[in-house]
């Protein structure tokens, strides 16, 4: 059994391939399987010794006339692209049957796989080292008794405004702040900036040896989660059922909605930018999840 799994693009996305390749061993028992991803985020997945092959590409839905190509060559007894790639994918994922799904479960029916089970988790996988080069990035820098935090994503509905205020009790308390992410993220003031200092499995390990990651319905909570990190997620225009990081070590804080939404989630498309639910989130809300151990 020869299987090609196209799953190219976000991170969050990305990371549920790990999940994925486990449900075809699932259904198959065996199986040889190729991975088609975008090259950035090769990294998270090049440790999984149960992919065989991964295939690269700058950017795969600029060139996906070479999907189509080895398709053709009969080359695969099964192809698995559950990523949603036009409009009328799009409109088959809000039907009402499927709208209430987890993406990966979405994904997992998409390719006609095993339901996860209760006890599933993300997973990631790094190096050894990656864990030294991660441990020499904490001694070299002084940090310690540490929170890190990601503050921005692609979907400004998403987005919570008060980390400032939040990082402001943080240090008041003792508590070092690590802020992750781009470089085109505002910068928290206070904070140790580690934006795009470190690989994407390293920085699931400077979470996982956090007292907390504190994030948002992002690609960054899902690496945290992965790699094992005690994760506070915060989530308004989406849902823990549908959309995020999942887990044991997961805290999920979600909003309640505003009266003009009428209980609809925008799943980041917010329609009242003004006043974005995720805001009614208090920091005290947030303080509270913090873990105490």
Known sequence: MKVMLVLVRTLGDVILINNLVDGILKKFGKAEIDVYINEQYKCLIDRNKKISTIYTEKDWFSCWDKIIDIVSTGKYDEVMIPQQLNSEDNVWHQLEEYRHQHLVDFYLQRCRLPNRTKDEKLQIYSTVSDEVDVQKFI????????????????APGKNWSKFQELTNVLLSEGIQVVQVGGKTDKLIEGVFDARELLTIPQLGLLADRAINFIGLDS???????????????????TIPKTSGPWGDNVTNIVSKTLPECMNLRCHGNCRFPTGKCIDLISIDEVLSAINKK
């Open 139 to 154: 001694s070299l820098n002084n940090i310690a008794n540490y929170i890190v935090i990601h503050t921005t994503t692609l």
């Open 219 to 237: 690609g960054l909570s899902y690496v945290a989660a992965a790699s094992g990190a005690k994760v506070i997620v915060i989530q308004g225009s």
